[in-house]
């Protein structure tokens, strides 16, 4: 499966933005998809998964509340909006696809976008 993630920009803090996350090619492999992000000189973290059901819904701690995933099936397309941002949210935003529940677990991702650069001002 192909993933093309965009939506990325510079936003001020306490702005919103929405990602999204479109797939091609084996969807059937789209079972869970999930956002990662990776600041600089920071290792890669989980930030949300959400099922090809739309739930169960993850959230890492940091972005509980102001973060929400979502995904439309008829057009293989996984959203991450993101509320009240904040600058250390700042970083490339990275989906991803699993052919099952993977949750956090990154290594359970088999297929990964290109990565959109998020910005935050303060």
């Known amino acids: 499966v192909q993933l093309q993630a965009s939506g990325g920009g510079l936003v001020q803090a306490g702005g919103s933005l929405r990602l999204s996350c479109a797939a091609s090619g084996r969807t059937e492999d789209t079972f869970g998809m999930g956002w990662f992000r990776r600041a600089p000189g920071k290792e890669r973290e989980f930030v949300g998964a959400v099922t090809y059901s739309g739930g169960p819904l993850l959230y890492a701690d940091s972005v509980t509340g102001r973060f929400t995933i979502s995904r439309d099936n008829v057009k293989h397309t996984v959203y991450l909006q993101m509320n009240d941002l904040k600058p250390e949210d700042a970083a490339v935003y990275y989906c991803?696809?699993?052919?099952?529940?993977?949750?956090?677990?990154?290594?359970?991702?088999?297929?990964w976008g290109q990565g959109t650069q998020v910005t935050v001002s303060s």
């Open positions: 991803a696809s699993s052919s099952w529940w993977s949750g956090s677990y990154s290594g359970g991702y088999g297929s």
